[in-house]
T-cell receptor, first 115, second 112 residues
Framework: GAGVSQSPSNKVTEKGKDVELRCDPI?????LYWYRQRLGQGLEFLIY????????KSGLPSDRFSAERTGESVSTLTIQRTQQEDSAVYLC?????????????FGEGSRLTVL | DAKTTQPPSMDCAEGRAANLPCNHS???????VYWYRQIHSQGPQYIIH???NNETNEMASLIITEDRKSSTLILPHATLRDTAVYYC?????????????FGPGTRLSVLP
């Protein structure tokens, strides 16, 4: 597709379950970002990929959160043993190059609800 | 932490210019200022960016002060569809790449 695609768009899970959120960036975009947005709040940076490497994981809130990227394309954000405070919209963005003007293109997000 | 500060909310009358201020007093010489907006339940949308010079595109104008410590986003003729949260961001360039740290933004309400 032409834009950043995220799936699932909505996920409801029980506390303690693991979830995987997927991001398909725009083809050719080398940089990929994950953000979290809780209800009524701003975007919270989670992790950044340059290619398949994650030079900046500083935003991951706990060791229950992990992410990987393969083929310089698809990325998966995994949350283990979900807690109610993990409920949020998880946004993925990609950009064409690192160091250039680097406009971010966002997906529509994956809304996670932990019961 | 975000390198920018913005008022939490603003109102603007439909058809009038909306002027959204942003302070970025610790900005470095090679760091760009970006503006995005987020309309309810959608992903953020790019508006405009700049380094030193004022910029204009089909959506908005960006005025950056000479000392680069602040900027103003101008929507010249605001419409109801411009109601959104507007984020002013300093793009931080690290040796491994770049990062965009979002603050809480300004919630702009365009009133009929």
């Amino acid at each position: 597709g032409a834009g950043v695609s995220q799936s699932p768009s909505n996920k409801v899970t029980e506390k303690g379950k693991d979830v995987e959120l997927r991001c398909d960036p725009i083809s050719g975009h080398t940089a990929l970002y994950w953000y979290r947005q809780r209800l009524g709040q701003g975007l919270e940076f989670l992790i950044y990929f340059q290619g398949n490497s994650a030079p900046d994981k500083s935003g991951l809130p706990s060791d229950r959160f992990s992410a990987e990227r393969t083929g310089e394309s698809v990325s998966t954000l995994t949350i283990q043993r979900t807690q109610q405070e993990d409920s949020a919209v998880y946004l993925c963005a990609s950009s064409l190059v690192s160091g250039g003007t680097g406009e971010l293109f966002f997906g529509e997000g994956s809304r996670l609800t932990v019961l | 932490d975000a390198k920018t500060t913005q008022p939490p909310s603003m109102d603007c009358a439909e058809g009038r210019a909306a002027n959204l201020p942003c302070n970025h007093s610790t900005i470095s010489g090679n760091e760009y200022v970006y503006w995005y907006r987020q309309i309810h339940s959608q992903g953020p949308q790019y508006i405009i960016h700049g380094l030193k010079n004022n910029e204009t595109n089909e959506m908005a104008s960006l005025i950056i002060t000479e000392d680069r410590k602040s900027s103003t986003l101008i929507l010249p003729h605001a419409t109801l569809r411009d109601t959104a949260v507007y984020y002013c961001i300093v793009r931080v360039v690290e040796n491994y790449g770049q990062n965009f740290v979002f603050g809480p933004g300004t919630r702009l309400s365009v009133l009929p």
